[in-house]
């Protein structure tokens, strides 16, 4: 049973470039939520997909938007980068009916520089 | 507002018990969680309670909560240097708000 896969593992971009990031939920899982780990913090929440529309965001500028297909996979796409951006991208998946168990990729590390 | 806090590093010696403690402001009926983050890894749910709950024990590990003061507590028995990780206490449900993490370290 594969888990929760992102791609890429590590990703290095210069300021003012746009990026896309991957996520391919955890078997029968429905739901995708990404979240923004920036070193020595705990994971913000971005925002989390559901039938291919946002169902929740975060805090976070329109930068960041994202997308769900029809296989429940999702991407993350972050445009006009900024130093700050800089931060481990962590996808988790989960059953809509079961949103309080989130399962965790390994996440992709973005370096802006 | 929501917030989540943690104490920032704990050491203990391999066999003894680790107690990780954790403070919340939701005031909702919300599920609590705990999560484990090895070095370049992502997040491993270790367990999670529901706010109407006082108390969840897995294994090794026990979850003990008190509503009254919003505080959250992991026990981790016979802890072993595999243990070794940041631990995360987070709640919420769809959104998850997490705590700043806790460096739990094992010595012999």
Redesign the interface.
Known sequence: DAG?TQSPTHLIKTRGQQVTLRCSPKSGHDTV?W?QQAL??????IF?YYEEEE??R?NFPDRFSGHQFPNYSSELNVNALLLGDSALY?C?SSLVTN?????????TRLTVT | GED?EQSLFLSVREGDSSVINCTYTDSSST?L?W?KQEPG?????LT?IFSNMDMKQDQRLTVLLNKKDKHLSLRIADTQTGDSAIY?C?E??????????TRLAVHP
């Open positions: 929760v939520s979240y020595g913090q705990g994971p913000q929440f989390q169902r929740q975060g962590l988790a949103s309080y168990e989130q399962y965790f990729g390994p996440g | 989540v599920y969680y999560y890894a992502g997040l491993q749910l999670y995360f987070a919420g449900y769809n959104k998850l708000i997490f705590g700043a993490g």
